[in-house]
């Protein structure tokens, strides 16, 4: 992809649209500390002087990474119905991997660490609320969104309407979904915070340091997942059930 495919960006558009455009674009953002997912709704514009960062700064390394070789995947290309496929087989997958594993490291960290290193107490306290809240939504997800998604991408394609889910409706469950996303990401940026972004310190053993460095892998793969929702699935599941629902 090359920059004068993204030449229709602007900077009155919101952060996520760009970073549906090209995913390599996530790491401008994250650079200068912009949130592409859980407030991917922001313009650039507002996001950069939010951050006081020039969005002719931003321009100039847009330029940068998408004269490069390669493209970022257009996952706003998917149908939607493999894009929840997708979510689960990649993020769902990995994140129940994750929680358990994250879970023992940090309570181990903390009770050795404590003493001399009291942010990892505090990231111990923080942790429980991810670790839930995420386990809740990947179930709701997996149990009534992404099978209404299915049964809507069906009813598309064949010309019928589904029935009405228990839940309501789509918009109602996401409004709910993009609430949660919030809440662990903001949860998130302060484990990031206490962490010094996942930097160990000095003295950190072995196990120390993969905890910081299993943070971080975690926390870059949950923003993905979140991105991909927030600024793709959701929105388009939004616009499907009204056409299928609601069809003129």
């Known amino acids: 992809m090359t920059v004068n495919t993204l030449s229709h960006l602007k900077a009155e558009q919101p952060v996520g649209a760009w970073v549906t455009a090209d995913y390599r674009l996530a790491a401008v953002f994250e650079k200068y500390g912009i949130d592409y997912c ?59 991997g994750m929680l358990p594993q994250l879970s023992e490291t940090i309570e181990t960290v903390a009770n050795v660490h404590g003493e001399t290193h009291p942010e990892t107490r505090t990231i111990a306290g923080l942790w429980p609320a991810v670790r839930g ?34 839940f309501g409706s789509a918009r109602e469950l996401i409004a709910t979904m993009e609430a949660e996303h919030d809440e662990t990401g903001d949860t998130l940026h302060k484990i990031a ?39 793709i699935l959701f929105p388009k599941t939004i616009e499907l059930e009204a056409a299928v629902l609601l069809p003129e």
């Open 38 to 96: 859980c407030g991917g709704q922001k313009s650039v514009g507002e996001a950069c002087a939010e951050h006081g960062v020039s969005p002719d700064t931003i321009l100039q390394e847009v330029a940068q990474v998408t004269e490069a070789p390669g493209s970022g995947e257009r996952y706003d290309q998917w149908s939607l119905d493999f894009l929840a496929d997708y979510i689960v087989n990649q993020f769902h997958t990995y994140t129940k």
């Open 193 to 231: 915070t206490q962490s010094n972004s996942y930097t160990p310190p000095e003295d950190a053993c072995p196990t120390f340091q993969t905890l910081y460095a299993l943070l971080k892998e975690f926390e870059a793969a949950t923003k993905k997942h979140i991105h991909l929702e927030n600024n």
């Open 133 to 166: 809240e995420l386990a809740q939504h990947m179930q709701k997800e997996e149990l009534l969104l992404f099978p209404y998604i299915k049964r809507l991408v069906r009813g598309q394609a064949e010309g019928s309407t589904p029935s009405l889910p228990p």
